[in-house]
């Protein structure tokens, strides 16, 4: 690193560094369907890192003023997700405990993207 690096924070540092690990999301949305997403609210991005374009996705959607429509794209995801983990666990027996816990924990990122658009009232 240079003496020229700087590195911006992010205003969804911590809402990027949880869709990025699999483990705390309980799900994983690939760099193909970010830039999807990015597309259904006008924004153009190319293909990058998954860590690039989730950051990208959500501060340009931001900085445009699309950033509810983001949220709501990402939210409408992980339902889509979560019916996928549910119908996988009805297909495999032994899986339920696995897909259910995937499903509780994808739950939790849409509460948190949730809270994530409504903001902060006093900022």
């Known amino acids: ?25 309980g799900l994983y949305i690939s760099a193909q369907e970010f830039i ?20 990208e996705l959500l501060n340009k959607s931001f900085d445009s003023g699309t ?16 019916q996928e983990y549910h119908a996988l666990s009805l297909s495999y027996n032994g899986t339920h405990t696995v897909m259910a816990r995937l499903a509780q924990k994808a739950n939790g990122t849409k509460a948190l993207l949730a809270r994530e658009s ?6």
């Open 1 to 25: 690193m240079g003496k020229n690096f700087r590195s911006e924070r992010s205003k969804f540092t911590l809402l990027e560094n949880h869709l990025l690990n699999t483990f705390y999301s």
């Open 36 to 55: 999807e997403i990015g597309q259904k609210v006008d924004l153009h991005l190319t293909m990058n890192t998954r860590e690039y374009i989730i950051k």
């Open 118 to 123: 409504r903001g902060n009232p006093y900022e």
């Open 67 to 82: 950033i509810s429509q983001t949220m709501a794209l990402l939210i409408k995801k992980i339902d889509e997700r979560t």
